[in-house]
């Protein structure tokens, strides 16, 4: 089992900035591949950075330039940077570990997002609210 726990969201106005950490417990050495997902109100989960165990990362258009996803494998820590924030970015935003390793490190080799339902352990989710 492995535990994730997200922090670091808030409150900014558009084009500010904001560093979400999430950090992995207990049984962690076989997450080859974790991410950041999204989710708004009416909206579907969708995914903003993946990692693989290697450091390659993926990104949609919609965050390409402007998140950058980042990993600590000796601490299990996952960071993902923001910057630039616009309105549009306004959700809880969730940190995701993947057990199995292989579909998911696949999509990220392929530069495609990973969809939500390929990972195993969630976070609670911290809210991330840009105003105008």
């Known amino acids: 089992q492995v535990q994730v726990v997200e922090c670091g969201g808030g409150s900014v106005q558009a084009g500010g900035s904001l560093r979400l950490s999430c950090v992995a417990s207990g049984d962690t050495h076989n997450n080859a591949c974790m991410g950041w997902f999204r989710e708004a109100p009416g909206k579907v989960r969708e995914g903003v950075a993946a990692?693989?165990?290697?450091?390659?990362?993926v990104y949609p258009d919609s965050v390409k330039d402007r998140f950058t996803i980042s990993r600590d494998n000796a601490t299990n820590m996952l960071y993902l940077e923001m910057r630039s924030l616009e309105p549009s970015d306004t959700a809880t935003y969730y940190c995701a570990a993947d057990s199995a390793g292989g579909v998911v490190a696949s999509y990220v080799l392929l530069k495609e997002v990973p969809p939500p339902y390929l990972f195993d352990y969630w976070g609670q989710g911290t809210q991330v609210t840009v105003s105008s």
């Open positions: 990692i693989d165990s290697a450091g390659r990362t």
